[in-house]
């Protein structure tokens, strides 16, 4: 049996080599990577610039869009880079970027659908689906009956409220 150290020990060994084959950004040390990727769940860096796990899933915001609420394509495409010449500035060029990201109101909406798909089973969306899909046929048919008797669309009312009632 595993003890609290010996998982300890296998998680530092596990990061270690994931931290040996990733390529960090220039300005950046491990222990900064190791600070802000424990930080910010979401961030992660390929060939030495960062992305965005969430975005990289979802990749658009579909029913959750907004006007003026876009994702960004460098997050997506895991080509966010630091701004200016001194290492100083570009930390904090990258420190701004993941901050500005994180608040953003189009990543706020990624993680809300996140969580709705972690809530929504399979069983539930196959459930809404069916309840859409019942109610259309419930339509089709009362205009299939209205046309089968001649009688005029402007009556398709009130065979919704007899359906309903029924």
Not at 21 to 41: A, G, H, S
Not at 121 to 142: E, G, P, Q
Not at 152 to 159: N, T, Y
């Amino acid at each position: 049996m595993l003890n609290n150290q010996s998982l300890k020990k296998s998680h530092h060994l596990h990061q270690r080599k994931k931290m040996d084959n990733l390529v960090l950004p220039d300005c950046w040390n491990e222990k900064q990577v190791v600070v802000f990727t424990e930080q910010y769940k979401w961030l992660e860096i390929k060939e030495g610039k960062l992305g965005c796990k969430d975005y990289s899933t979802v990749q658009h915001l579909g029913l959750k869009a907004e006007d003026h609420v876009h994702m960004s394509k460098e997050w997506i495409a895991y080509l966010v880079t630091p701004n200016g010449s001194y290492t100083t500035t570009r930390q904090a060029s990258l420190q701004k970027k993941i901050k500005e990201h994180d608040v953003s109101k189009a990543h706020g909406k990624i993680q809300d659908l996140l969580k709705e798909s972690i809530n929504d089973s399979v069983s539930n969306l196959v459930h809404k689906c069916n309840k859409n899909i019942d109610a259309t046929v419930k339509v089709f048919k009362t205009v299939y009956s209205l046309v089968k008797y001649n009688r005029p669309l402007s009556d398709i009312a009130e065979a919704v409220e007899l359906q309903e009632m029924g």
